[in-house]
DNA sequence: GATGAATGAGCTTTCATTCAT
DNA sequence: TATGAATGAAAGCTCATTCAT
């Protein structure tokens, strides 16, 4: 009888939010970012056409929300002790939590690889990547100073092409790539 | 004023084909395939819509016989000595071809990796892909099982994903991936 | 502490409803009609969009009571010594009290002017609205034969056409038309 | 069997675009333009919704074109002996002319007053219309100053207004507003 | 009384494909 | 062979209105 509080409405947007992110991020990894339509999501969410946009702006923005909360978990996951150093072991649990993220992500994954190498979905996405991206890139580079490579520049270009084709091969067809000897293996060349 | 011949209706027909590959592939490459229309395609290609139904039977048909085409020059380019066998130095060959390929074809490689990570293009596709890999997938488990790898088919997972994760990095943004330096670099790793 | 009285309870939901119909005249002049949503209205007028509901049973309902509240106000500014004949002093202060009544209530003539050449709009008010009009109409007809007019009917027309025309140039670029100015050279010209 | 001619096409096009654009002002006239949807239009011309977006690029456009074109049939109508002067006859003329157009477009003339009042569309096509405008408003202020009035441009207000509040009037109201007998009226009043 | 979640019909627009000429 | 007019299904999105709480 009484109106609903406050937080019961945070609550009820909360949830549906995740819900609705959570249906389209299946079906976009599943079939692909055009080929679902808004209409598609709400009916696998169970809900109408309509409320989809109570909660996103529009269906870029859904993805957009989408990817960029992958982004901040795993940054959140991957980020070391803060010190804007990466140490050698820190390095290693690096390949070791981005494989981990990967196998209980798969689908986020799955869609990220696929959006990223849509040009309009691209555009979208990318200023708002990169900048996240830098600091680490900043330390990889350090790292690969310090270590004594020659050329830093290109050696993390072999290290991020070598774990973003791994990746992006197992996510297509998991059962050709097992993920944690292809974890080992990486390792045992980084760590020496 | 002779009427042309057979030979000549054909020649004019293969030439008007490629240039609409042409075309759309370069379409295709800068904006995403759902992005550009036939209508699009067949201005660009300075003719009508209608005729370049009379050429491609559907959309779909076109990007099956550009991606298809793609692939098949490249597996003539990197056929080796066709005994089966793969060398040390075919080896080391194919990955100087395959990285040439990327260089010459970059907006191919480009769309190749954008349309692999769709579901619905992959599917459309992937049989027939898988059918022209499978030849030298099983060359290559034998190369690396002569060379000594405990696993090789983990190894060519490793090689695999490392030659395409770098090859997606490049086309994306070639400014910062020096593909030469990168080619001497991956040669150097498999060269010993 | 004391529960509040029916006469409290109609005071707050009478001043609510012109509350709302205020923000609604402003939106609606500004931007149209079709242009501002019942969600705009409810917040601009800081409640919520089911509450307005239960104030004005339709966005429809709105509007005519709006209107008609103009009408009704306007109407009782003009009304004469309720005799039924018009005088001149009666006509001349007619002329001032409405150019009087635009001057104060632009927004609500933009409004009126909007919404009284949209035909759905005109077939739900002009009923009433005619109705309204109906006993002026009647004085005017009879000042004007009385003022020694050829035809009455034509020179009403003329009349009504003239301060029509004025008001709604100069609701819609007041800075164009002197408002002041105008009255005067109209009142001129009726004033002989 | 042989195909189209260009001027075949060109005569489809130009016949195709009148029969819609006729179609949307009967409709946009008698119900407004929010309330016909483009559905409506095509239904009524017999065609596809489809095909009105090979004949205008959106809902927008299609109004904006059937306004313009009226206004520079008007204009070109109006437009006097080019040298920038209007003779008194002119302006009696003008007048006339004006009133002509009004019996002849009656429906446009309802579209036009409907549109210029709606400030979204006001905001669409003013620009255009004001420097339209313009000649016509600088040669009235001139032909009032050597007529000797004190207020020119107070003057241009009241001829414009006048003219404007009877035809919006009549277009809205036929039966009540005698048009042939008002243009004489009007005329009388210059005429001296 | 008061909230905003939820609905669903309807909107404008796009586009692969067909077809008369 | 060659054209572009024509179609129609489906997309993304809006919004007045209802309703559980």
Known sequence: MSPRTTEQFEEIRESRKKQIMDVALELFSEHGFHQVSINQIAKEAGISKGLMYNYFESKDELIKTIIYKGIDEMLDNLDPDHDGILEHHELINYI?????????????????????VQPPVMKLIEPHISELKKPLASMMLNYFEKRG???PALEMGVFSGLIAGI???????PEYFPLEKLEKRIIEIYDK
Chains 1, 2, 3, 4 share one sequence.
């Open 96 to 116: 070791h939590l981005t494989f981990e993220s990967v196998r209980k992500n798969q689908k986020y994954w799955k869609l990220y690889f696929a959006l990223m």
């Open 167 to 173: 990746i992006q091969k197992y996510v297509y067809a």
């Open 149 to 151: 490579y020659e050329d």
